[in-house]
Each structure stands twice: as C-alpha cells, then as structure tokens.
C-alpha cells in the first residue's frame, strides 16, 4: 500500500533543493519528514518557515505540552509538514500521513520500515520518498 521512491540528490544540498522542487509541483498534506537528529529538525525548521510552509518540528527538546500541541495541529490540518526525530515520532500513532520524506538516509532496514509505516495505514495508500547522497551509498546495500 505503500509507493516508494529512491531520489538520487547529490548532496546535503541537495536534499532541500529537491524538497523546494516538490513543494513546488504541489503538496497534499500531511507530510511527515524524518531527521537524523535535533539540530538537523531546527535547521530544515527554519529553511522551511523561511519559505512559507506550515511546518513545525517536533524533538525531545520541546516541553510535552508543546509536543501534544503539535501533534494535535498536525492531526487536525492546521500543521501541514511535520518534522521530526525517528526517536520522537516512534510513539506517536500517525493515522492519515499522505507521504513520509526520509530527508535523512535511514540507518538500518528496521528505521526504514518504522518510518515508511507511517504512511499507508488503514487501507489506505501511501507514499514514501527516500534521499540519497553519495555519502549515503554504503546504506543502500544494507
């Protein structure tokens, strides 16, 4: 139920270039985009604000009423893009994402499943979309 797409993005810079590009050819909300780690969230945050999305971030460092906060504008339309943490989202129960963006190359199989499951729920399809860099090619044979 899941569609999957591997996108070559050359680098770092890739990644948000591609994303800009996407935006551009139209969105369906929810998206949910997963991260590395918590400065990489702040900082696709700001790239993303900066350009007009409703987007948030949700990572260990925000207080839990804010998070509950998140995940309920996201839930109910008001958060289009929601960025997060592999760790942070692990708990959350994510019924109607539209599209998963690995903006950051999964470490193990196990990661790529837990992330891509976020789509394609209850019957529905999903899609999912997968960075890579050239860094990221020794993942791949994983």
Not at 13 to 32: T, W, Y
Not at 96 to 115: E, G, K, M, T, W
Not at 122 to 138: L, S
Request: aromatic content about 10%; cysteine-free; glycine content about 8%.
């Amino acid at each position: 139920m899941i569609k999957q797409k591997l996108q070559y993005v050359g680098s770092e810079e890739g990644k948000l270039i591609a994303f800009r590009q996407f935006v551009q050819s139209g969105i369906k909300p929810p998206i949910l985009i997963f991260v590395q780690s918590i400065e990489r969230a702040k900082e696709l945050f700001r790239e993303l604000v900066y350009d007009g999305l409703n987007v948030d971030v949700i990572h260990s460092e925000r207080t839990r009423a804010a998070r509950d906060a998140i995940v309920a504008g996201f839930r109910g339309g008001k958060v289009w893009v929601l960025i997060a943490t592999e760790l942070m989202a692990r708990g959350i129960d994510f019924r109607a994402v539209n599209l998963v963006i690995n903006y950051d190359f999964p470490q193990s199989v196990q990661s790529y499943i837990h992330r891509i499951g976020r789509t394609g729920r209850a019957g529905r399809i999903g899609e999912a979309i997968t960075y890579f860099t050239k860094d990221d090619a020794v993942y791949l044979k994983r």
